[in-house]
């Protein structure tokens, strides 16, 4: 499943930004699926992941309480609504899933088996 990632760009420390992954002619049915991001230079980050068997979150201590997983069944999408953005938060940001995984907690730790093109978020004064 070919997953794509929108709504990145640049923006100012302490803005906001929310992101959207859709997937191109399926249905996100994962039963885990989440938000990842990687830096130049540091390995990928499981940033926040959502099991869509009971609704259940994991958000890495990096980003709790400014980032918000949610996902809408019937838009067929997934969101991240990133609130209080700082320097440290600058990455390239992907959507995934995994399609024997239901746990975010696990689909964070172990990262995705599907995934697509990330958009970039730029935060910079």
């Known amino acids: 499943v070919q997953l794509q990632a929108s709504g990145g760009g640049l923006v100012q420390p302490g803005g906001s930004l929310r992101l959207a992954c859709t997937a191109s002619g399926f249905t996100l049915n994962f039963p885990a699926i989440g938000w990842f991001r990687q830096a130049p230079g540091k390995e990928r980050e499981g940033v926040s992941c959502l099991s869509s068997l009971n609704d259940i979150t994991y958000t890495s201590d990096s980003v709790k309480n400014r980032f918000t997983i949610s996902r809408d069944a019937a838009a067929n999408t997934v969101y991240l609504q990133m609130d209080n953005l700082t320097p440290d938060d600058t990455a390239v940001y992907y959507c995934?899933?995994?399609?024997?995984?239901?746990?975010?907690?696990?689909?964070?730790?172990?990262?995705?088996?599907?995934w697509g093109r990330g958009t970039q978020v730029t935060v910079s004064s």
């Open positions: 995934g899933g995994d399609l024997s995984q239901s746990s975010g907690n696990a689909l964070c730790h172990k990262g995705p088996t599907d």
